[in-house]
């Protein structure tokens, strides 16, 4: 599932850097009730700064990174690349091993992806013992971890911007 953000802004003056960015946020939806609010606090960083969510649905953690390579590649073959990029999720501590394989692999690739393309990436993947420590964390009203991914991607993003604006006045 794929759909543009149009919440309201947090803030009156967002970024100018920061203007017009085109942010993919692929959410892992395997717990609804945590990804909501994930997801909510994601959309209300990105409206704040002034920049577009694109936001694209995935089952789980594992799926978010395959889904971010195929979608950055798909949108820099359309002539509309991606500016930033951010993952939501949660993984819950079970009694199997799954868990250390999912967290630790997500994080892993997202990792590689980030580096590699020099791609500004917030990960907002909660990686937790209980589902009261995930919505604790990713509650708008409480942590909000999905608001604080996107604050990365895009601290991240205007600092890659500065630099090649530096970088063009230089030359």
């Not at 690739?109 to 604790?136: F, K, W, Y």
């Amino acid at each position: 599932m794929v759909s543009t953000s149009s919440s309201p802004r947090r803030e009156a003056n967002p970024d100018p850097a920061l203007k017009d960015a085109r942010v993919l946020v692929v959410e892992g939806r395997f717990y609804d009730d945590i990804a909501d609010e994930l997801l909510a606090g994601a959309r209300g960083a990105i409206a704040a700064a002034g920049a577009r969510a694109i936001t694209v649905t995935v089952p789980g953690a594992l799926e978010i990174p395959a889904t971010i390579a195929i979608l950055l590649e798909a949108a820099e073959r359309a002539g509309e690349p991606y500016d930033a990029v951010v993952a939501l999720g949660c993984v819950i501590r079970g009694e199997t091993g799954h868990y250390d394989i999912v967290a630790g692999e997500s994080a892993r690739a997202l990792m590689d992806l980030s580096v590699a393309r020099h791609l500004p990436l917030g990960n907002g993947i909660l990686t937790v013992e209980t589902e009261a420590q995930a919505l604790a964390r990713a509650r708008v009203a409480e942590m909000n971890k999905g608001g604080g991914a996107a604050e990365a991607a895009l601290a991240v993003l205007a600092l890659k911007r500065a630099a090649s604006a530096a970088s063009v006045a230089e030359a």
